[in-house]
């Protein structure tokens, strides 16, 4: 069975820390790119940042450069994103999702072959 299953959500003040996980399972992880997404009540879901393991390529949408980090545990099929730094705008719900493509790209939502259902981040002022 595929599974992606995101964790590491919660509540923290602004300034603060999370790490989130996307743990993998029932698909050659190696072969895909992750990303993650979020989306705040009342908005589209949007990009936050990406990684392809076989190749090292990372990307980043533009406000959370310099502040999120995306990294993999290819042994554990897992992928985390470290936030710092939080704002109150970073609240929303975020989900991690795989597509067979290189992360350079620009996909649409329905290219991607995965997704998890989703942690909430909230952020306080």
């Known amino acids: 069975e595929v599974q992606l299953v995101e964790s590491g959500g919660g509540s923290v003040q602004a300034g603060g820390s999370l790490r989130l996980s996307c743990a993998a399972s029932?698909?050659?992880?190696?072969?895909?790119?992750i990303r993650w997404f979020r989306q705040a009540p009342g908005k589209e879901r949007e990009e936050v940042s990406c990684i392809t393991s076989r190749n090292g390529r990372t990307a980043y949408e533009d406000s959370v450069k310099g502040r999120f980090t995306i990294s993999s545990d290819d042994a554990k099929y897992t992928v985390f994103l470290q936030m710092n730094s939080l704002k109150p705008e970073d609240t929303a719900v975020y989900y991690c999702?795989?597509?067979?493509?290189?992360?350079?790209?620009?996909?649409?939502?329905?290219?991607?072959?995965?997704w998890g259902m989703g942690t909430q981040v909230t952020v306080s002022s």
């Open positions: 999702a795989a597509i067979l493509f290189d992360c350079s790209g620009s996909y649409d939502l329905a290219d991607y072959d995965y």
């Open positions: 029932g698909f050659t992880f190696d072969e895909y790119s």
